[in-house]
T-cell receptor, first 112, second 123 residues
């Protein structure tokens, strides 16, 4: 089981704002490690959405934004669109045991 | 544009060895700062990082799979490979290869992914 916990699902109507939390601990996010976020559309490979906790790669709409505080991180989607319906994963590094790159448990975003 | 493509896996029986190859095109597998990764996703479940090999051949594996995993690099073919020994049904998953790139002080980000290949383990 993952050391980064996300809500299983969030939903919103088109145009609304939704946020996804990623809760970690003192051995990962709380230790100062960055968080990256990925979007996985049905039947496809994940796509990098946010890196370094709050940076967008070229081509990612500015409707997507990320933040980090203490032992948690968040992804916000403003102006929700039908095409945003997907699974979202956070990712960071965990220094416990022998250390490892870790993904969050994943959140399904449903556009109502 | 960097592209990654996994080889087919297919059906395996318990205790066999899963072998996958990822072919990199559109860029150099020897680029400094690049790490070549394997990540898997069981059907209907989340992502699990398996391990990486650096452009210089250094490897690092997730602790839970370390005893069964080997990742290798063939620069002449622009490929890297995954071997997972003694597979069980719990290893049934979509396996993705991905490039990670980082700068000093940052957590590597997986910026290019293959399309994935499904490996099924069943007797």
């Amino acid at each position: 089981q993952s050391v980064l916990t996300q809500p299983p699902s969030v939903s919103g109507a088109p145009g609304q704002r939704v946020t996804i939390s990623c809760t970690g601990s003192s051995s990962n996010i709380g230790a100062g490690y960055d968080v990256n976020w990925y979007q996985q559309l049905p039947g496809t490979a994940p796509k990098l959405l946010i890196f370094g906790s709050s940076n967008r790669p070229s081509g990612v709409p500015d409707r997507f934004s990320g933040s980090k505080s203490d032992t948690s991180a968040s992804l916000a989607i403003t102006g929700l669109q039908a095409e945003d319906e997907a699974d979202y994963y956070c990712q960071s590094y965990d220094s416990s045991l022998s250390g490892s790159y870790v993904f969050g448990t994943g959140t399904k975003v449903t556009v109502l | 544009q960097l592209q990654l493509q996994e080889s087919d896996s297919g059906l395996l029986k318990p205790s066999q060895t899963l072998t996958l190859t990822c072919t990199v095109s559109g860029g150099s597998i020897s680029s400094g700062g690049s790490f070549w990764n394997w990540i898997r996703q069981p059907p209907g479940k989340g992502l699990e990082w398996i391990g990486y090999i650096s452009h210089s051949g250094s490897t690092y594996y997730t602790p839970s799979l370390k005893s069964r995993v080997t990742i290798s690099l063939d620069k002449s073919k622009s490929q890297f490979s995954l071997k997972l020994n003694s597979v069980t049904a719990a290893d049934t998953a979509m396996y993705y290869c991905a490039r990670a790139i980082s700068t000093i002080g940052t957590v590597p980000k997986f910026d290019y992914w293959g399309q994935g290949t499904l490996a099924s383990v069943s007797s």
